[in-house]
């Protein structure tokens, strides 16, 4: 990506397992651009899609709910999409390109898939290039650290051995806080088309309960990202 084009962008912001109203206004209120419902029935935070569509009916325009599903069966997901028809969706298991594909309806319903990236140095052998020319008709890839189950696991895996350029929109993910989440944003911001982040248990007071003031936290440590990277990279000295 042109570090122009970079230095003009705004970080996208996904909060993700979202379980409460409370916490869904709170999410809104802070200024998130999107908000996850984790249909996968081992996760602490899941929901059923009755409950998420009763939680997305509750959002403004312009903030996008996100169905989340691991190893969900097409006829499902399609379901899913019937009952909250403004979603998207994210794939987070082991589907493949096609299953992917097919269970977004040919690609009519856009979608989001997860990589799992492994932790420490391994990082380094994860072909992210290929796994975004693999998934190619996801709207977005979003990088997530490989641990125990899918995702929700609090663990960052290494920014820095991700490949220097990827030609599509990544979405970060896995461990962010509002600690940590700024670097995250000024390592990844010129390496691929547009970026966003995406947070869960980083903005928790428990699985699925989230705390206002954190998501406040997030969104700001995002938003100071996004000044530091509009700044100049330097300043031009008068002519003598």
């Known amino acids: 990506m042109n570090p122009a084009f970079a230095s003009m962008a705004r970080t996208r912001i996904k909060i993700c397992g979202l379980t409460r109203e409370c ?21 602490p935070r899941h929901v059923t899609i009755e409950r998420a569509a009763l939680l997305a ?14 190893n969900a069966e097409r006829d499902f997901v399609r379901a899913c999409c019937a009952i909250v028809a403004n979603a998207t969706l994210q794939f987070h298991g082991d589907e493949t390109a096609q299953q992917c594909l097919d269970a977004s309806a040919d690609g009519a319903r856009p979608f989001i898939r997860a990589a799992r990236i492994p932790l420490g140095a391994a990082a380094a052998s994860f072909d992210l290039v290929k796994y975004v020319f693999e998934y190619r008709t996801a709207h977005s890839i979003l990088l997530d ?96």
Not at 25 to 43: I, M
């Open 57 to 70: 009916r509750r959002l403004p325009a312009f903030v996008t709910p996100v169905l989340l599903f691991v």
């Open 145 to 240: 650290a490989h641990v125990t189950g899918y995702g929700g696991g609090g663990q960052t895996f290494n920014w820095s051995l991700l490949p220097p350029s990827v030609d599509c929109h990544l979405v970060l993910s896995g461990g962010l806080t509002p600690a940590n989440v700024t670097d995250g944003i000024l390592q990844l911001r010129q390496r691929c088309k547009t970026l966003a982040v995406d947070v869960s248990s980083g903005v928790e007071m428990s699985n699925g309960v989230k705390d206002p003031e954190k998501i406040l936290q997030f969104v700001a440590a995002v938003r100071a990202a996004d000044i530091q990277l509009a700044r100049p990279s330097h300043v031009s000295l008068p002519a003598t």
């Open 23 to 43: 916490d869904l206004d709170a999410a809104v209120a802070a200024g998130a651009d999107a908000v996850g419902f984790v249909l996968y029935e081992k996760s």
